[in-house]
C-alpha cells in the first residue's frame, strides 16, 4: 500500500514516447511541475496531452511543447500560449478544441467508467456541427478537421453527444498526500486535477507534504488512493504566478484571509 516513490524521475521514468497524459492544472495553479520538468530531462516525445490549456508559454507544459516532445493536445483554452498557436498554425502540433466544462466532464465520465454522455453545450456550432480545425500543414491550410457529432433530441431541447477521455497517465499536484495515496487540492489547486487523476490508467501525484494514513480526514479527500499509483514528494518552493496583482498591506493580520485562516486552524482544517 506505500505508494511513495524517491523522485519525480522515478515516478515518470516508464512514460514512453507516444503515451497520452491528463495533466491537472488551470493555468499555472495546481500544475505537476516537478514531473513535467522529469518528462523534458528524460526526453520523452509524441505525447498527446490532455489539460485546460496547455501551459503558458514557457512554463509548465508549455516547456514540453517549445522543446517539441508534444504531438497533439486535447485542451479547452490555448490563447495564452504564443508557441502553441505558431505550433499550431504550422502544421506541427494538433490541436482538438473542447468546451471547458465539457472537457472536465470527458476526464469524469472516463474515470468512472462511462463511455459518452448528452450536453447541450456546442449545439447549433461547430462543435457539434464539425469543421474545427485540428490540423494545418506547413503553408497554413487546413488538412484536417473535427467531425460532425451526434445530436439528440430530449424533452424538447437538443444535446451532442460527447466521448469519455481517458489516458495512459495521469499527473496531478496536490497539497498533501498520505503513503497510500489519498489526496487534498489546496483551493482553486483543486482545479482539473482530481479529474485528470481518475482519467489516467497510472495516476502520478507529486505532493507538497506527505501525512501519514488516517492524518487526512475522509471529508478532506478530494482524490482516494483508489485512483493513485504513485506519490512522490516535491515540497513547495515552485510555485509560479501567471499574473501577479497586488497592492500594498501594512498590517496582514487585519485582512480577512488572514481571519479565515486563523478560524480554518481552529477548526483543524489543512490550510
Do not use: W
Not at 171 to 194: C, I, M, Q, T, W
Amino acid at each position: 500500500m506505500d505508494k511513495v516513490v524517491a523522485g519525480a524521475r522515478e515516478a515518470v521514468a516508464d512514460i514512453a514516447p507516444g503515451s497520452v497524459l491528463a495533466v491537472g492544472g488551470f493555468g499555472l495553479c495546481g500544475v505537476p511541475f516537478a514531473l513535467i520538468d522529469a518528462l523534458l530531462e528524460q526526453g520523452t516525445d509524441e505525447l498527446t496531452t490532455i489539460s485546460n490549456n496547455c501551459g503558458v508559454d514557457d512554463q509548465a507544459l508549455g516547456v514540453l511543447l517549445y522543446a517539441g516532445r508534444i504531438r497533439k493536445t486535447i485542451s479547452s483554452f490555448v490563447g495564452g500560449n504564443k508557441e502553441l498557436a505558431r505550433l499550431y498554425l504550422s502544421g506541427q502540433l494538433e490541436v482538438e478544441l473542447t468546451p471547458q466544462g465539457t472537457l472536465a466532464e470527458r476526464l469524469r465520465a472516463g474515470g468512472a467508467g462511462i463511455p459518452a454522455f448528452y450536453t447541450p453545450t456546442g449545439v447549433g456550432t461547430l462543435v457539434a456541427d464539425g469543421g474545427i480545425p485540428i490540423r494545418y500543414d506547413a503553408d497554413g491550410n487546413v488538412v484536417e478537421t473535427s467531425r460532425p457529432k451526434e445530436v439528440r433530441e430530449f424533452d424538447g431541447q437538443q444535446y451532442v453527444l460527447e466521448t469519455a477521455l481517458t489516458a495512459d497517465f495521469g499527473l496531478v499536484h496536490a497539497l498533501k498526500g498520505d503513503r497510500h495515496g489519498n489526496l487534498y487540492f489546496h483551493e482553486s489547486a483543486r482545479n482539473f486535477n482530481p479529474l485528470a487523476g481518475m482519467a489516467g490508467r497510472v495516476t502520478i501525484a507529486e505532493v507538497e507534504e506527505l501525512v501519514e494514513p488516517g492524518d487526512l480526514r475522509p471529508e478532506d479527500v478530494h482524490l482516494p488512493g483508489v485512483f493513485v499509483d504513485r506519490v512522490v514528494v516535491v515540497g513547495s518552493e515552485h510555485k509560479p504566478i501567471e499574473k501577479r496583482t497586488s497592492r500594498p498591506r501594512t498590517d496582514r493580520s487585519d485582512t480577512p484571509a488572514a481571519a479565515g485562516e486563523e478560524a480554518t486552524a481552529e477548526r483543524g482544517l489543512p490550510r
